[in-house]
């Protein structure tokens, strides 16, 4: 059985996933059969080309048709065209995977959720750095206690392409069309990882800045305004009694893609860089210091399906094992995890620290 | 003129600002003679034999009779002690250097800044690392402008020797005795970081956090209530539009003593721990990462008076700065800075994050 | 027009190079279009296996006959299977690529380049780590002479797959087979670089040491003795005055594939790690210390065909920029650079060293 | 009792052994009482006036003299002064310290050593490097066996004052005076590290170059010829097995005073910078990374003299530890270690490296 995906969005993770499937024959080679089917858009002309050098048998530009005719349908669009063709692929029994943030709203996002539980087939939230070997080492030491009781985690996501106020406004710094800034785009990331290593976010306290209000428009004299936030912090407190700070920026100046958490517990610490994504600094019960471990020895996760000791990857191969694990679980009839409810449970916190951004209190996230 | 100094307390910090005098002769020939006058404690043995250690002439279990008959009063007591002593000598003329954080409670604070405004004489706040060489050139260079308009700003004081909740209960576990936790303890330095490095901070959001709830009482049976923080997470904005996260903890596995601050602004970005206190991390406006400098050159802050370029200098050399400092005023009639209004600033700012953790709101400054 | 290419070799090198072509399509659009026709080995079995896995159309036992059937020829088995079929393509007329070290010994790498030169194609010599984007970045500012005048070199590559002296044995051990140890498998590189980078080496002096004479051979209850250098060490003078230190080992332990090469000009510096290969550290004239660059900006050495900034890449890419340079001058008859003359140049300097280690004496590599 | 100590040399090891000798008393209060007697040089305002500062009770322009009337004699001299007056002092008596390298010459070195064993007490060579709290750290964890058997050493001390072709001549330059360049200046201390962790050295093949063969006199317009070494590049096998390279520089753009030496070993793996002397980089059997260990904890060597876990020392406490260890061993009549034979050893090495340059191969130690 060979799986026909289906593709809305053609531009940066149009071609992350579209590399991902066309590697899994030679790497998995246990993955599923799978053709790149084909490539939504609106632009024909661009979709054409597109579809050429991403190797799309055909193009369309009605995803309602090939939501219904595929066998999976990637959302890989601008957030807010996530919900309506998501849904609309679930409710037609389409397996789907989805680009995060789940939705520019968090009553979208639980309609999302709520056609993913309806459809009783693999809806995937596209958090990849689930999927780095290091973060999913970490996940395999904290499990095992090896970290003990967990009291501090840090997260931060730190950019700079806003930095000069002359830096041209885009669809990201709408509200309508992208729903949050820093917060929504890099946030999510984040919070998803602290979900997934740490625990359940019980409540928070947000503050979102926009330092910059107005941007020029490309090509032109005007202006546009800035109506998302261009950094956010966070203190939260989770379930299991852990405290932490999270942040995100897209005005840290030097730091292009500096995806960082730190995580204290009672027996070990560690911390990661998705700048560094191989490594991982770990401090164990006993040992004096933080080791600078290179995850990638033959056992480490998914590193057998690479290269030997010592030869690093790269970040698109975070999209390689979750195009693996997503479509794996699509043939198989099984489940997919981060789902749509993962995606969700993010988005909440997110809202949440909207929310308390708006009050100037502290949000329980229930 | 040879000034006389009276110093109450002689444990940790008894012994750092009298190792800093004792440097001063041969390191900083400029500064004032300074006669290591009277310890001052209350177990008269322990004072004979710190006296006999620390070069100091005579011992006293009398503050009240020293802050008279000295030229210059260092309260090196735990908190508790702070307020009495310190408004006694200002009220007697004499120059006070208190250490940190300035009280237990926002009320004695004001009192004391109250009392040094009136006497006018030099009374200083125990900020060392004000006179880390790195942090005065940071600070140097933010002045400069080389920083650009500031954004972002991160400052966090991880420690780990309360980790283990085998550890025993001490003074600076009890609120009546020491005010706080961490935050006192370790947020007072961060505070007063920020506010010399970007500025006065406007509002804050706090939340702290005991993980252990009672200690054992060491060489018995019993245990006694912790009734501070062992850890506090802020964020902050500060009055130039920057914003922040400022954190704190006993319980971060693996960090001994790991102060560190962060900053970004449009043009450059600076990092610095305490544990590499020699180095400075600079991104500067027109480079494409950060620079480790090692502040060791020659015409680097303070450090011509010790040795040459890459001859490390450790974490009592900031005492011997902030003594030459705050001496060399006393003997001019000059300011000194941080002074007890710096002490009372950060102290507003802990009492605001306190005040925030118990009402779940942004609390301003003002 | 499609090259139809022939690759001798399904492993470790097979793999990295038939995925190195498998990519260029999507990210390199001008590469020319590349056809993985006949995979060549001795066992059947293994070789359809791989074939299939790999993406080649059809296998073949029998090198003789692909070299002249083929528009390219890639030569990636052991080393003393190199010179024979690399000399019988080149003298078809039909362009190599083969893996380093170019010969197991210097008369056959001098043959290889003879016929080379003879032949008229491109022949290329397999030093990837030319083609990482930090170390073309690297010899962009060196040419433009931003370091100044280079007066020392320090190149380094350190395993420890052979440190537990019941490491099996494997051809890697034997002089017939591998020609050398360390010196060839590793130094090579890092001669190469050295080259690249610095420039050519006019003396050497070296040691070559082995630390286990004999290892098991797996599955037997026999050893087979280690007639090559497990390690080796060198001194160099460069024709243009500086100088330097090599080394590499197999037997560095917590080292997985680190090699580094350090750089110090009279107006900067450089280092280097492959294990941080998308990393410089850069002291330019003026700054006061080693700037961390992640060369991941879009207009760095083959950054725009891959993702946005600070998005890193891994080892494997190295083979996509190398495998494109050397497609794109076969299909241009254009150069290709390093070829076997560098191959053979990087040889003379390991027999030089060889032969230095023989008779405790320096050798100048003419 | 209490020691009264001849000092000859008042600058750069003049301050930093009075400071030592000036802290005793506060940090290590079981050492011998110490009176810095009698300082000696040839200036004799220069001489008073750092007498003052540095708190000598006389001066004297004499040394004959003072070698026999003080209990300890302290050689800080340039190393042309070295043998003369040490070998009196032992001749008298007395216990003699002396800066390295211990002379400019072999044959000195070797009549020194034979002074200090006729003489029968303490001779102490002045390689401080040995009492930095994480390089004892580490020579216990090899002797421990924590390394296994030593398989590769790296020993480089770079620095960058020379790089400018135009920094003035000085003694430093001169053959007659200094005996050599980098080569003794600082290759004598790497020597020293590596027999003092690793073993004796069995055998050497060294470099030496000049990059800059002449140099403005300062204040003129003259220039004096340089005739010592500004680098020198050594290989070196040991009497143990291991092999290893060494290196110093004056010429390392962007290195104040980068000492570092790396160990690699059978069952673990070391490495340590003297700017950043409070730290090792440990590899420990069955670790996957290098920890990053602040050697500043309570039963660390020396630690608990000074200040609790985190709180750093520097570069001047290596010398207060040597003074105490040296002037404890001379009031106990005990031994000392690194004694004039260690620097006789050293010397050795550097001879050899020496005359292998001249020669052009190895040569044995013996």
Known sequence: MTLRVGVLGYRFMGKAHANAMARLPMFFPDAPDVERGV???RDEAALAAAADRLGFEEISTDWADVVESVDVFYNLGPNHVHAEPSIAALEAGTPVFCEKPLAPT???????????REAGVP???AFNYRFVPAIRYAKELIEAGELGEIHHV????????????EAPWSWRNDAEMAGSGALGDLGAHTVDLVRFLVGDVARVSGQLTTFVDERPVEGSDETRPVTVDDAYTAQIELENGAVGTL???RFANGHKNDHTIEINGSKGSLRFSLERLNELELLSEGDRGYETILVTDEDDPYV?????PGHVIGWEH???HENYEFLSAVAD???????????LAAQRVLAAIEESDDRGEWIATE
Chains 1, 2, 3, 4 share one sequence.
């Not at 057998?304 to 030997?308: A, K, N, Y």
């Open 39 to 41: 490539l939504v858009g």
């Open 106 to 116: 968090l009553d979208e996002a639980e309609e999302m959720a709520a056609a993913a």
């Open 123 to 125: 809806a995937g939230a």
């Open 154 to 165: 840090r997260g931060r996501y730190l950019q700079d392409w806003l930095v000069d106020p």
């Open 247 to 249: 942040e995100a920026s």
């Open 304 to 308: 057998d399906h690479w290269w030997p």
């Open 318 to 320: 975070t999209f390689v």
């Open 333 to 343: 009839d099984g489940a997919f995890e981060p789902g749509f409810e993962d995606g």
